[in-house]
């Protein structure tokens, strides 16, 4: 199961109800947070989750409502006794930004961690034993990524198998090797069949693009910015940012199962205008507030 945490959901300026973004993907053993935006680390207290539980961290883009929380974070990691290697991909510039941050303060670093910068012309593919992350440019005013967490496919024996085989085997069966058993070979093939593996795919900011397209085309969660109403599509335009309206045209050409919407411009008091204006191209949508959690 992954679950996913809205820890902000406001744009550039945080509100009462809203935090500056940051989106928490739980799997396994991985904590991987999605920007760091400012007060990241006290929405992580509020829901008692330990931050030094954090694995890895991807960072969309160097805008301060992205990424103003990640000094705070790493030095409170710090003061938490954080004892293994924390692990930060971003665009191009991103080992320069964090190396200035840590000069503004102390001039070390914090914790151990290791930065990736990743600067793709169309596609890059990161391979972890479980899942992978495809990252791809958006378009907006700085450079930009785009990004889908991807859970590998898996193989469950069937129930008739589980009986009747020693689980060391099936242990083998599962990592897709044929065993022998009572002097007969047994193939996965015969004895598993395949699960689909789940894609969250978390858009920050950007116009519709190809790589939005791309990146989305059947996630089974998107999460999206959505920082205007389909009434400002010119200044939409003019800052790069999306529409409710266009978010849903594309989930909707996509084909994703969910979506939900985030980062809206402080200017909306009701932000139910948001959902209706996606009603009308797409279905399954949520307006998130913090702290919201969805399970895949
Ligand atoms: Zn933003
Ligand atoms: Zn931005």
Redesign the pocket.
């Known amino acids: 199961m992954i679950e996913i945490i809205t820890l902000g959901t406001a ?2 300026q945080p509100t009462k109800d809203r935090n500056h ?1 940051g989106t928490l993907l739980r799997y396994k053993n991985e904590n991987i947070l999605f920007d760091c935006g400012e007060n990241i680390q006290r929405q992580l207290r509020h829901l008692n989750i330990k931050l030094t539980k954090i694995t890895r961290i991807f960072i969309s883009h160097w ?1 301060g ?2 990424t103003l929380g990640l000094a705070g974070l790493m030095y409170s990691m710090a003061s938490d006794q954080f004892a293994k290697k924390l692990f930060i991909y971003g665009p191009k510039g991103t080992k320069k930004n964090l190396a200035y941050l840590f000069k503004a303060f102390t001039n070390d670093t914090p914790i151990e961690h290791e930065v990736m910068e990743i600067d793709p012309k169309t596609k890059t593919v990161l391979d972890f034993a479980e899942f992978t992350i495809e990252v791809r440019p958006l378009d907006h005013r700085t450079p930009t990524l785009g990004y889908s967490f991807m859970e590998k496919d898996r193989l469950r024996i069937k129930p008739q198998y589980i009986k009747k085989i020693p689980g060391i085997l099936l242990g083998k069966l599962q990592k897709n090797k044929t065993v022998t058993y009572k002097n007969k070979k047994i193939t996965p093939q015969e004895a598993a069949y395949s699960i689909k593996g789940k894609k969250i795919t978390i858009l ?2 950007t116009r519709p693009c190809n790589n939005y397209l791309k990146l989305s085309q059947n996630a089974d969660l998107l999460i999206s ?1 959505a920082t205007f109403l389909h009434e400002h599509q010119e200044k939409a335009e003019k800052y790069y940012h999306m529409t409710a309206k266009e978010a849903g045209l594309l989930a909707n050409q996509a084909e994703v199962k969910k979506l939900v919407l985030l ?1 809206f411009s402080p200017r909306y008091k009701d932000i139910s205008k948001f959902r209706e204006e996606v009603k009308t191209v797409f279905q399954n949508v949520v307006c998130a507030e913090d702290f919201m959690k969805f399970k895949v």
Do not use: G, I, K, R
């Open positions: 744009c550039m973004v805008h409502d992205h920050m900011d910015e980062h």
